[in-house]
């Protein structure tokens, strides 16, 4: 069964600090989709980034970037110059692609805490 | 730019009450989902429908119904509400092999 795991629960950072919040998962699945959201205290989801299983080359956005390594089953998540206004709940989430959709398989998140 | 609506935003229900969440979506997607978010930890999916007509069972299905009779509607049903089913609820649409658009998810309390 496909499982997700998001070992640190809470994290708490000063402003302008690196953060990186982990993701270990797995799935027998040769093909896959993993995911991260992120949900912020007004509680909505938001879409950060979805990865193909055959796509492993390391991702930028801005001051977000994602390492994706499948030797590892990880695909870790880091924010550079963290902001207070990163502060938020952050989900990462594995495809189960069997009966034809794209169920989502969530970890239980990360609480990120940015102090000023 | 609605996207996926849902409806309503809170409410209070007492034990053996029923009600229905309702769920729209105005992007044509074929794919629609619905999570339930328990504090503290992840979303877990009680059941999904991948297009008119046709519904599934998520991980966690008991205690609800849903029907997918057009594109746009998903409706969930709790038809005998237990303190259990206490949780904040998403639905999420796509098309498949795009990332789920989710709703601003409903808080039901049960007491």
């Known amino acids: 069964a496909q499982k997700v795991t998001q070992a640190q629960t809470e994290i708490s950072v000063v402003e302008k600090e690196d953060v990186t919040l982990d993701c270990v998962y797995e799935?027998?699945?040769?093909?896959?989709?993993l995911f991260w959201y992120k949900q912020p205290p007004s509680g909505e989801l938001v879409f950060l980034i979805r990865?193909?299983?055959?796509?492993?080359q390391n991702e930028i956005s801005g001051r977000y970037s994602w390492n994706f390594q499948k030797s590892t089953s990880s695909f870790n998540f880091t924010i550079t110059a963290s902001q207070v206004v990163d502060s938020a709940v952050y989900f990462c989430?594995?495809?189960?692609?069997?009966?034809?959709?794209?169920?989502?398989?969530f970890g239980k998140g990360t609480k990120l805490t940015v102090n000023p | 730019n609605a996207g996926v609506t849902q409806t309503p935003k809170f409410r209070i229900l007492k034990i053996g009450q029923s009600m229905t969440l309702q769920c729209t979506q105005d992007?044509?997607?074929?794919?629609m989902y619905w999570y339930r978010q328990d504090p503290g930890m992840g979303l877990k999916l009680i059941y999904y429908?991948?297009?008119?007509?046709?519904?599934d069972k998520g991980e966690v299905p008991n205690g609800y119904n849903v029907s997918r009779s057009t594109t746009e509607d998903f409706p969930l049903r709790l038809e005998l509400a237990a303190p259990s089913q206490t949780s904040v609820y998403f639905c999420?649409?796509?098309?498949?092999?795009?990332?789920?658009?989710f709703g601003d998810g409903t808080r039901l309390s049960i007491l």
């Open positions: 999420a649409s796509s098309y498949l092999g795009q990332p789920q658009h």
């Open positions: 799935t027998r699945d040769t093909t896959y989709y």
């Open positions: 990865r193909n299983s055959f796509d492993e």
């Open positions: 989430a594995l495809s189960d692609t069997q009966g034809g959709s794209e169920k989502l398989v």
């Open positions: 992007m044509n997607h074929n794919y």
């Open positions: 429908s991948v297009g008119a007509g046709i519904t």
